[in-house]
C-alpha cells in the first residue's frame, strides 16, 4: 500500500473522519478510537484513484445489475456499483515499464465486453492486453502499434468476436479472438496522420476510422471461407480534424461528428452524403463551445421522447443538447480539472421504469454521478414565464431589397430641396447678424443691375424665403447659369434612373447565370420579347447617354460664358480696335507707297514724251529737206 499523507480531518457525532493524499476517505468509529488495537481494525475505506482519472466503461452483468469501472494513469482499475459503491480494485501488468521515448509508461484506454468476462486494456507503449475473468487471472499481451493506443472498439459478426484497436501510427488493427487468443486479421494503414477514434456499426457490417488528417474512412466487411477484411468504400473529407464520433440509437446508419471547426456535422453512412451541420451555442455568451465525447441517448419525458445528445466541453461542464435542433438543454460543473470521460449508465427500477446516470471522470482524480431527468419546462410563474421566453428564438424582421430601394427612393426624393447656406437651427428674434458685403458683392450687384430679374427656381425661392424671414439683411439675387439650372431640374430624375438602372443590373446578372447553369430551353417567343425589350432598353440608354453629354456640354459652356463675358468683351473690343487700327495704317501706308511711286514716274514721263517731240521734230525736218 502506498504511504499517503493526511490532507484533512474531522470530527463527526459518533466518530472521526479522513482523507488523505490518495484520495482515500476512512470513516473511524468510537469504538474504533477507544481500541487498543490497531486504526485499521472495524475502519471503513472508502478508497478511490490517487492519480489523474482517464476513463470510464460500463457493464451489465446477467442478472442486468450496472456496473461501471473508472482507471487511472497509475495502472489501477476500481469497479464501482451503479450507485457509486467502491467494490474492488485491479491493477494492469505492464511489460514495459519504460517508453520508446524514454516516458513512463501507463495505461491509455481500457474496454470490456458487455458481460464483463474479457477486459481489453492498452497503454502508451502499443501493447494490447487481453484479461480473462473478473480478477484477471491470465493476460496475453501482443504487440500491436508503435506507439499510443488511442482506442478500443468490440464488435460481433456471427460467431466471431472482432477487436479493432488505432494508434499514433497511423493504422487501424483488426483482431479475431479465438478461445482466448488474439488473431490479426488486417492492418488498415490507410490514413496519413494519427487515428482517433474507431467505431463498429451494429454487427460488424462497416467499421469507420476518424483521423488528425481530417478524413473518415468507411469500411465494409467482406468475408470469404474463413477469412474476414474491411475494405475502404468512402472517404469523408472535413474542414477540420475531427475528435469524437456517435451513432444515434434511433439511426444506426446517421454518423455525427464533432469536429474542432466547433460544429456537429451529420453524415449518411450509406452514400457517406453531409446532411446538415449544427452549432452548440452557449446562451450565457452567445458562441459556439467545442464538444468530445459525444453520447446519444432516447429518453421518455412528459413531453414524449427526448431525443437528446450529451458532450463535455472543454470549460470543464457536461452539456445536455437536443438532438434535432441543437438547443441547450442542461449544463452543469463538476470538475475543476477538465473531464477526461463520460458514459451512461441505465437502471431499472421495480416498476420497470429505467433511470439513468451520468458518469464523468475528471483529471483532477474525481468520479462524479449525475442524475438524469426531464422535467416539464412549462412555466408556472412570471420569471419562469420570462426564463422560457428568454430561451425562445428571437423576433426578427428582415426587409427585402426590394422594399429597402423604395424606402431609399422615397427619402432621396423628399430630400431634394436645395440646402441652406445658413445653419439649420433655431434663432433669437432679437439678435440678427448683418453679412458685410464684399467687393465682388458690391461689383456684382453693380453689374447685374442692367440685366432682366430673373425668375428663380421654386426650391431656391423657398429657401431665400426662409432666409429673409430669419434675418433683416436684404437678399442678394444671383442669375442661376445654364448648367446650375439645368442640374437642379434633372437630380431628382437622375436619383431615381440609378436606382433603377442598379436593380434592373442585379436582376440581369442573376438571370444571365440562372441561364448559363440551367438546362432547360427558353421559348421563342419569349426570347423573342426579351430581346426586343433589351433592344428598345439599350437605344434609351444611348440617348440619354447622347443627351446628357449634349446637356453637359452647354452648361460648360454656360458657365464659362457668365463667369468670363466681361472679359470677353473688353477682349473682343481690344482685337476689333487692334484690326481697325491695323487696317487703317495699312491702308494709310498703302496710300502713302502709291502717292510716292506716282510721283517719281511723273518726271520720267515727262521726260520721255519730250524725247518723243524732239524726234518728231527732227523727222519733220528730214522730210522737207527731203522735198527740196
Not at 381 to 410: K, Y
Not at 497 to 524: D, F, G, P
Not at 589 to 604: F, V, Y
Request: glycine residues 6%; proline residues 4%.
Amino acid at each position: 500500500m502506498d504511504l499517503a499523507d493526511l490532507v484533512a480531518i474531522a470530527l463527526l457525532p459518533q466518530g472521526l473522519i479522513t482523507f488523505d493524499s490518495n484520495h482515500t476517505t476512512r470513516i473511524k468509529s468510537d469504538a474504533t478510537l477507544a481500541s487498543p488495537v490497531s486504526l485499521n481494525d472495524g475502519v471503513k475505506v472508502m478508497p478511490s484513484h490517487a492519480r489523474a482519472v482517464l476513463g470510464v466503461g460500463v457493464l451489465y452483468h446477467n442478472d442486468m445489475v450496472p456496473e461501471f469501472f473508472t482507471w487511472s494513469s497509475g495502472n489501477t482499475v476500481i469497479f464501482w456499483s451503479g450507485a457509486g459503491r467502491y467494490k474492488r480494485a485491479l491493477d494492469i501488468p505492464l511489460a514495459q515499464p519504460l517508453c520508446g521515448d524514454g516516458g513512463v509508461n501507463e495505461v491509455k484506454v481500457v474496454t470490456a465486453t458487455q458481460d464483463g468476462q474479457f477486459f481489453f486494456s492498452g497503454d502508451r507503449s502499443g501493447t494490447l492486453r487481453l484479461l480473462k475473468g473478473l480478477e484477471w487471472e491470465d493476460s496475453v499481451p501482443v504487440n500491436a502499434h508503435d506507439g499510443e493506443i488511442n482506442d478500443i472498439t468490440l464488435a460481433s459478426h456471427e460467431e466471431n468476436r472482432l477487436v479493432a484497436t488505432c494508434g499514433r501510427d497511423r493504422t487501424v488493427q483488426v483482431f479475431r479472438m479465438l478461445s482466448f487468443r488474439l488473431d490479426l486479421l488486417q492492418t488498415i494503414d490507410q490514413h496519413s496522420s494519427a487515428v482517433n477514434a474507431i467505431l463498429f456499426l451494429p454487427g460488424g457490417v462497416s467499421l469507420l476510422s476518424s483521423s488528425s488528417d481530417r478524413t473518415i474512412i468507411i469500411h465494409s466487411l467482406a468475408a470469404a471461407a474463413d477469412s474476414l477484411a474491411y475494405i475502404p468504400m468512402r472517404v469523408i473529407t472535413l474542414k477540420s480534424s475531427p475528435i469524437s464520433m456517435s451513432l444515434a440509437p434511433d439511426s444506426p446508419r446517421t454518423l455525427r461528428v464533432s469536429a474542432l471547426d466547433r460544429q456537429i456535422h451529420q453524415y449518411d453512412i450509406a452514400s457517406g452524403r453531409h446532411i446538415h451541420s449544427m452549432k452548440m451555442i452557449d446562451d450565457d455568451n452567445n458562441e459556439s463551445v467545442l464538444l468530445n465525447n459525444l453520447l446519444s441517448l432516447d429518453v421518455e419525458g412528459p413531453r414524449g421522447l427526448a431525443r437528446l445528445m450529451i458532450g463535455v466541453s472543454s470549460d470543464k461542464s457536461i452539456r445536455v443538447y437536443d438532438r434535432d435542433t441543437g438547443s441547450l438543454i442542461a449544463k452543469e460543473y463538476g470538475h475543476s480539472e477538465g473531464i477526461s470521460g463520460i458514459e451512461i449508465v441505465q437502471h431499472i427500477t421495480k416498476e420497470d421504469c429505467p433511470e439513468y446516470r451520468v458518469v464523468t471522470t475528471g483529471m483532477d482524480g474525481t468520479v462524479a454521478l449525475w442524475d438524469l431527468t426531464l422535467e416539464s419546462n412549462e412555466p408556472s410563474s412570471g420569471a419562469n414565464l420570462h426564463e422560457a421566453q428568454r430561451h425562445d428564438q428571437p423576433l426578427r424582421r428582415i426587409l427585402s431589397r426590394v422594399a429597402l430601394s423604395d424606402l431609399q427612393r422615397s427619402h432621396i426624393s423628399k430630400a431634394k430641396l436645395v440646402l441652406p447656406t445658413t445653419p439649420i437651427g433655431g434663432q433669437s428674434p432679437s439678435c440678427s447678424i448683418r453679412k458685410k458685403p464684399s467687393r465682388y458683392d458690391i461689383a456684382n450687384s453693380v453689374s447685374k443691375t442692367l440685366d432682366p430679374a430673373p425668375v428663380p427656381m421654386a426650391d431656391a425661392s423657398i429657401s431665400r424665403q426662409g432666409r429673409s424671414e430669419r434675418s433683416a439683411t436684404p437678399p442678394t439675387h444671383r442669375r442661376l447659369s445654364l448648367g446650375e439650372r439645368q442640374r437642379n431640374k434633372n437630380l431628382g430624375d437622375l436619383m431615381d434612373s440609378c436606382l433603377v438602372a442598379e436593380n434592373v443590373s442585379k436582376i440581369l446578372r442573376a438571370y444571365r447565370k440562372k441561364l448559363s447553369a440551367s438546362r432547360e430551353t427558353l421559348k421563342r417567343e419569349k426570347a423573342l420579347e426579351l430581346e426586343r425589350e433589351l433592344n428598345l432598353t439599350l437605344r434609351a440608354i444611348n440617348n440619354q447617354i447622347i443627351g446628357r453629354d449634349l446637356v453637359s456640354s452647354d452648361s460648360t459652356v454656360g458657365d464659362l460664358l457668365d463667369q468670363y463675358s466681361d472679359k470677353l468683351a473688353s477682349l473682343v473690343e481690344e482685337k476689333i480696335n487692334d484690326g481697325m487700327a491695323t487696317k487703317v495704317q495699312a491702308r494709310m501706308l498703302s496710300t502713302r507707297h502709291a502717292t510716292g511711286e506716282k510721283l517719281a514716274r511723273e518726271p520720267e514721263d515727262e521726260g520721255k514724251q519730250g524725247d518723243g517731240r524732239q524726234g518728231k521734230r527732227r523727222s519733220v525736218s528730214d522730210g522737207s529737206n527731203h522735198n527740196k
